[in-house]
C-alpha cells in the first residue's frame, strides 16, 4: 500500500517569513492532494495535483508536484497567523482507500 | 487494530436506493467527521459531531444526507433515494479534541 510521509513533523515560524512542507510517497503519485486541517472544523481542500511538474498557487501557498521524486512540496510566503494549523497530503492509495500522511503542524508567531 | 475502521468498503447500489455507511471511530476520540471525495475532486467535509454537542451539518449537500452518531461512538451515514452524483468515497475521520484526524480507510460507493 502507498505511504506518505510528510516533514517536518512541526514547524514554528515567526510571521512574514517563508517556509515549506513536503510530502513524499512510498509509490508513484498520480495525484496529490494538500488540505488544512483547523481545530473543531473540517478538512479544507487546498488543490490538487495531478501531472508532473504541475505547480498551482491559492493567494500565498504554492504546491508543486516531482512525479520522479514522488514528492510535493507546498510553500508559503510571508506566513501569517491565519495560516497556523496542520497541513495534510493525501493521495489515492490504489485499494479503493484513501492515504494520508501525518500532518504538519504550522504555528505561526505574532 | 486500533484505528478507525469503516464498512462496507465497497457498496454498490441502484439509483433511488437507500444505503447505510458505518463508522467506527477510535475508542475515546470525541469528535467524528464525515467526508466524501468524488473522481479527481478534493475532499468535501459533510457532517461533525463533537462530543454530546449538535453536530455541524453545514456540510450535507441535501436532506437525502443524515447522519447519526449513537452513544458517541459509533456513527452512521445514511443516503436516502441515492442518485448518481452520489458515488464516491466516503471518508470517516476521528480525533480527540485536538486537530489530529484520523482517517478511515473509506467507503467506496458506486451508484448505477
Known amino acids: 500500500s502507498q505511504e506518505l510521509e510528510q516533514s517536518p513533523q512541526s514547524l514554528i515560524v515567526q510571521e512574514g517569513k517563508n517556509l515549506t512542507i513536503n510530502c513524499t510517497s512510498s509509490?508513484?503519485?498520480?495525484?496529490l492532494y494538500w488540505y488544512k486541517q483547523k481545530y473543531g472544523e473540517g478538512l479544507i481542500f487546498l488543490m490538487m495535483l495531478q501531472k508532473g511538474g504541475e505547480e498551482k498557487s491559492h493567494e500565498k501557498i504554492t504546491a508543486k508536484l516531482d512525479e520522479k521524486k514522488q514528492q510535493s512540496s507546498l510553500h508559503i510566503t510571508a506566513s501569517q497567523p491565519s495560516h497556523a494549523g496542520i497541513y495534510l497530503c493525501?493521495?489515492?492509495?490504489?485499494?479503493?482507500?484513501?492515504?494520508f500522511g501525518a500532518g504538519t503542524r504550522l504555528t505561526v508567531k505574532p | 487494530g486500533a484505528g478507525v475502521s469503516q464498512s462496507p468498503s465497497n457498496k454498490v447500489t441502484e439509483k433511488g436506493k437507500d444505503v447505510e455507511l458505518r463508522c467506527d471511530p477510535i475508542?475515546?476520540?470525541?469528535?467524528l467527521y464525515w467526508y466524501r471525495q468524488s473522481l479527481g475532486q478534493g475532499l468535501e467535509f459533510l457532517i461533525y459531531f463533537q462530543g454530546n454537542s449538535a453536530p455541524d451539518k453545514s456540510g450535507l449537500p441535501s436532506d437525502r444526507f443524515s447522519a447519526e452518531r449513537t452513544g458517541g461512538s459509533v456513527s452512521t451515514l445514511t443516503i436516502q433515494r441515492t442518485q448518481q452524483e452520489d458515488s464516491a468515497v466516503y471518508l470517516c475521520?476521528?480525533?480527540?479534541?485536538?486537530?489530529?484526524?484520523?482517517f478511515g480507510p473509506g467507503t467506496r460507493l458506486t451508484v448505477l
Open positions: 509509490k508513484t503519485l498520480y495525484g
Open positions: 475521520a476521528s480525533s480527540l479534541g485536538t486537530y489530529t484526524q484520523y
Open positions: 493525501g493521495a489515492d492509495g490504489g485499494n479503493n482507500d484513501m492515504r
Open positions: 475508542s475515546g476520540h470525541t469528535a
